[in-house]
């Protein structure tokens, strides 16, 4: 990544850096270390900034929908923080194309990775606090969260909801989630989770957590029968 890649980014986010080390480190995904410590990735500030726009979506719920229960707001707070959101926030920020990763993960596609994607995100979230606080956070956050706020909390059902809902609707009972591996450092867990539908043929969801892998499994399953649309997305 040349200096003018860095240029053209702050740009977008309309904060200079005084670290510029915070800017590569949220831009270098894991594949890269390989586990090394000579290479700093990303995992630690994705770590902070998952909690930092957990923060601003709150505040912006509280403040927008001020006669809202908490069970109203929880929701409609998913929706605003998930991995697909983040990726749609990464695209925004052109992080696709200056996310530094491996040559296999590349190859394999990574760049378009929503997982990747939303991780790069959360991390760059997470750089903006620590170089600069809260308040050059919450500049990329107005920079997508903000002018699109009614429409990324509007589709507030989550994946796991979703097919509960549509395997209600057609009498096949609950989905059944699996724990089928549980590997990977304490700091960077990896979980891979199967979920089971009567009729249906079972699909695999990864993820860094029992739940990401549960979503990413219940929003496959969804995609595959076609009961996933765009406006989820």
């Not at 770590?47 to 006669?67: I, K, N, Q, S, T």
């Not at 997982?115 to 997508?144: H, S, T």
């Not at 994946?159 to 009498?171: D, F, N, P, S």
């Not at 089971?196 to 969804?222: H, I, T, W, Y």
Request: charged letters at 35%; one cysteine or more; proline letters at 3%.
């Amino acid at each position: 990544m040349s200096k003018g890649d860095f240029a053209k980014l702050e740009d977008r986010l309309g904060y200079q850096f005084a670290d510029k080390a915070h800017l590569k480190r949220a831009l270098t995904h894991s594949s890269l270390s390989g586990g090394s410590d000579d290479v700093r990735d990303l995992e630690r500030l994705e770590f902070v900034g998952d909690r930092v726009l957990g923060l601003f979506a709150a505040e912006d719920l509280w403040r927008r929908y001020p006669d809202f229960s908490e069970g109203e707001m929880a929701p409609r707070l998913n929706a605003l923080v998930r991995k697909e959101t983040c990726a749609k926030a990464a695209l925004h920020f052109g992080l696709d194309k200056l996310v530094r990763m491996s040559s296999w993960e590349e190859d394999s596609g990574g760049r378009k990775k929503k997982a990747i994607l939303g991780d790069v995100c959360e991390a760059l979230l997470g750089a903006l606090y620590i170089d600069g606080g809260l308040d050059a956070a919450r500049k990329m956050y107005d920079g997508f969260w903000t002018p699109n706020f009614e429409k990324l909390a509007k589709f507030h059902r989550d994946a796991k909801t979703a097919l509960q809902e549509w395997t209600q609707a057609r009498k096949l009972g609950a989905p059944e989630y699996k724990v089928l591996t549980a590997d990977g450092p304490a700091h960077a867990p990896a979980f891979t989770v199967e979920v089971r539908v009567k009729g249906f043929s079972p699909l695999k969801g990864s993820g860094k957590s029992k739940r990401k892998a549960q979503m990413e499994a219940a929003r496959d399953f969804l995609v595959r029968e076609g009961a996933w649309t765009e406006e989820h997305e």
